[in-house]
Nanobody
Framework: QVQLVESGGGLVQAGGSLRLSCAAS????????MAWIRQAPGKQREFVAG????????YYSDSVKGRFTISRDNAKNTVYLQMDSLKPEDTAVYYC????????????????WGQGTQVTVSS
């Protein structure tokens, strides 16, 4: 059983930056691909970014490509999401998720989820 704990959310003005962190415990971290998935009020959960087991491959939704960067440190069992040039439409609860497979974009395939951290971008 893998436990995931996110941190780093908050309130930021449009154009600003935030860095989210997700600490994992209870499993072998590099057995899992990792992702950040968000959910805005009244909307379904949306894949934001994913990263392979060793961190060599990354995947992004079109809406964040070029603005967000996902990374992982397997020695620290932590995955990060650097968010730059934030927009009001990035406002959502951001979840860290882990998957034993390699589906990346399929939100329903993720096996473990954190509790989420709120990101609010004001205009």
């Amino acid at each position: 059983q893998v436990q995931l704990v996110e941190s780093g959310g908050g309130l930021v003005q449009a154009g600003g930056s935030l860095r989210l962190s997700c600490a994992a415990s209870g499993g072998t971290f590099d057995d899992y691909i990792m992702a950040w998935i968000r959910q805005a009020p009244g909307k379904q959960r949306e894949f934001v970014a994913g990263i392979s087991w060793g961190g060599t491959k990354t995947y992004y939704s079109d809406s964040v490509k070029g603005r967000f960067t996902i990374s992982r440190d397997n020695a620290k069992n932590t995955v990060y999401l650097q968010m730059d040039s934030l927009k009001p439409e990035d406002t959502a609860v951001y979840y860290c998720a882990a998957e034993a497979g390699s589906h990346y974009y399929l939100v329903s395939e993720y096996d473990y989820w954190g509790q989420g951290t709120q990101v609010t971008v004001s205009s």
